[in-house]
């Protein structure tokens, strides 16, 4: 029975079905003919800014993964694991499991550099994940506290999950500075054959985690401060600090596996988080709708890639 209910909340049809219903309870008190129009009638100059935007955050993403693998960086490697996560994001998208677009950017990465294990290309993209994770749990929890001495409205299971989640960061990388590894490991060989990607954790690379921390945090604050410009643009009434305290916490939550590329789930977030401040739900839902929607824009640029990479197209599908 348990396996049951996996299979159906991993499914593309429950977490289509689940967004819909999430959409449909945002938008039902709302002129929605007259919210689109709106966005359709945001500026040029606006939309060009936010899609170059949300460009650099993807480079600042790729140049952290990259630190795990290249002491040195250059243009070139940019541009390659840049070009690795936006073929994720459209296969994360458009398929049900994130699973489909790590595998896309170990493919990407292992062709262009054959010299790297298999195993250790592996253990990047783990490791880069977790990173990424614990900083939107650090952020998160830090705002947490901030929200909660400011009085506003902080769910108490979201916030102990936060500090859940931060002590098991905290594990992790107490494990990663002040252990080995792979010696910890059980004397089994088929684990030891993953001793490359424990290669990531030893001492010579523990510098590069914290480049990448720091790497990290500066994409997720510019990810806050694209969110504030956005929210300024359709007159929600949000302070800069607002945006700090809750974005983090909603990026958390959004990670779940529960909607369509956070369509819906976004929404309602948006909604119960963002209407303490007094704005009105259809300058929230604009906002949400619009970042929505650039998400997707950027997610399609991933597939305007793929087609022109047809040794990838053709490794996925086996």
């Not at 650099?56 to 630190?67: D, E, F, P, Q, T």
């Not at 977790?130 to 998160?140: D, E, T």
């Not at 369509?263 to 949400?288: D, H, K, T, V, W």
Request: contains cysteine.
């Amino acid at each position: 029975m348990l396996e049951i209910f996996k299979k159906i909340f991993k499914s593309r049809l429950f977490r289509l079905t689940f967004s819909v219903v999430l959409i449909y309870f945002a938008f039902k008190k709302v002129n929605v003919v007259e919210l689109f129009r709106e966005i359709k009638n945001v500026p040029f100059w606006f939309v060009l800014v936010n899609i170059i935007f949300s460009f650099l955050i993807l480079v600042l993403i790729s140049i952290r993964w990259s630190l795990l693998l290249f002491p040195k960086i250059s243009i070139k490697k940019i541009l390659t694991f840049t070009r690795a996560n936006f073929l994720a994001t459209f296969y994360s998208l458009f398929f049900s499991t994130a699973v489909v677009g790590e595998v896309a950017k170990w493919i990407v990465i292992d062709s262009e550099y054959p010299k790297i294990t298999k195993t250790k290309i592996l253990g990047s993209v783990i490791l880069d994940r977790f990173i990424g994770f614990s900083i939107f749990m650090i952020l998160g929890l830090i705002s947490a506290i901030i929200g909660r001495s400011s009085g506003l409205v902080i769910p108490e299971t979201v916030f102990y999950s936060l500090i859940i989640g931060c002590l098991v960061c905290f594990v992790i990388y107490s494990i990663i500075y002040f252990f080995d590894a792979s010696r910890i490991l059980p004397n089994f060989t088929l684990l030891h054959k993953l001793d490359d990607a424990f290669e990531l954790f030893r001492d010579k690379n523990r510098i590069q985690i914290i480049k990448c921390l720091l790497v990290s945090v500066l994409s997720e604050l510019s990810y806050i401060l694209q969110i504030w410009f956005v929210a300024w643009q359709f007159g929600v009434n949000l302070s800069l600090f607002a945006v700090f305290v809750f974005v983090p916490i909603i990026s958390m939550i959004l990670i779940l596996p529960i909607s369509i590329g956070g369509f819906g789930a976004r929404e309602q977030l948006y909604l119960f988080f963002f209407s303490q401040f007094g704005s009105s739900n259809e300058s929230i839902l604009l906002m949400s709708a619009f970042l929505g929607i650039l998400g997707v824009v950027n997610s399609l640029f991933g597939g305007v890639l793929l087609f022109f990479d047809e040794e990838t197209r053709r490794k996925i599908k086996k």
